[in-house]
């Protein structure tokens, strides 16, 4: 098998969809899934690159590993749920310090998973309507029965953040609006779009990568051994 030619990471909260997304693109179906323990990888052949797809652990115990999974990384994919404005602050508080391993040049996509939930809802609101008074925590008329619980400008405005965080300028990156999504791995709703984008985006960091020298490759030693707990988890 051929060494990838580059690598893309999917990072978020546990339960945001990071499975299910990568499963409805690779594999055109949207399984049960469980909760991924510590990483797996697919295998994207884009043109005439091999490109791997990393899918990560989002519960707390298995914190450690991110950053170890986003060495050399030429794109990650910060993935939030649409209906849990915490999975988004998560997003900044405890995922984005783990892409400092990735490459210089990487590319960065925010996600907002499960928009069909909002959908389904906005719809079950509108079934309501004209039977009494709604029980979605008022606000009076006119103001939506269910609002939206993360808004794309919420998403927009962390990508802003982050291009702080990493110093880039916003004229030498893609624009926001380019890299922020919303997507339902359930019914497919921007999944090819999101990864395709990407697929297309990392082709020229790869070959600026190979232009520059050697790929990076994961030097376990160098990695810190996760702390073990009396439990045997890792800390
Ligand atoms: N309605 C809906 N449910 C989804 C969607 N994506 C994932 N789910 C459900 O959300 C739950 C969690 O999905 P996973 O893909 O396992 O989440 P994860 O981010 O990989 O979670 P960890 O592996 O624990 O980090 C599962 O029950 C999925 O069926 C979506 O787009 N819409
Ligand atoms: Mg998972």
């Not at 400092?100 to 959908?119: P, Q, R, S, Y």
């Not at 999101?194 to 990568?209: A, K, N, Y």
């Not at 050697?214 to 800390?235: E, H, L, N, Y």
Request: charged content about 25%; proline content about 5%; some cysteine.
């Amino acid at each position: 098998m051929r060494k990838p030619d580059g690598k893309i990471v999917l990072l978020g909260d546990m339960n945001v969809g990071k499975t299910s997304l990568l499963q409805r693109y690779m594999e055109r179906r949207f399984p049960d899934t469980v909760s991924t323990v510590g990483g797996a990888f697919y295998l994207k052949q884009w043109r005439s690159y091999n490109i791997s797809i990393w899918d990560t652990a989002g519960r707390e115990q298995f914190h450690g590993l991110g950053s170890m999974y986003c060495r050399g990384a030429a794109a990650v994919i910060l993935t939030y749920d649409v209906n849990h404005p915490q999975s988004l602050v998560e997003l900044e508080d405890r995922f984005l310090g783990l892409t400092d391993t990735a490459n210089t040049d990487c590319l960065f996509a925010i996600v907002g998973n499960k928009v069909d939930l909002v959908e389904d809802r906005a719809a079950e609101s509108q079934e309501k309507e004209g039977h009494g008074p709604g029980t979605a925590g008022g606000g009076g008329g006119g103001s939506p029965e269910v609002p939206r619980q993360v808004r794309p400008e919420d998403a927009v405005a962390l990508y802003k953040k982050i291009l702080k965080y990493k110093m880039l300028d916003e004229k030498e990156v893609p624009a926001a609006e380019q890299m922020c999504f919303e997507t339902s791995a359930k019914t497919g709703y921007n999944v090819d779009l999101l990864f395709e984008t990407l697929f297309d985006m990392v082709v020229p960091v790869i070959l600026r990568q190979r232009a520059q020298g050697p790929p990076q490759t994961v030097d376990i030693s160098s990695c810190k051994t996760p702390r073990r707990t009396r439990s045997g988890c890792c800390a």
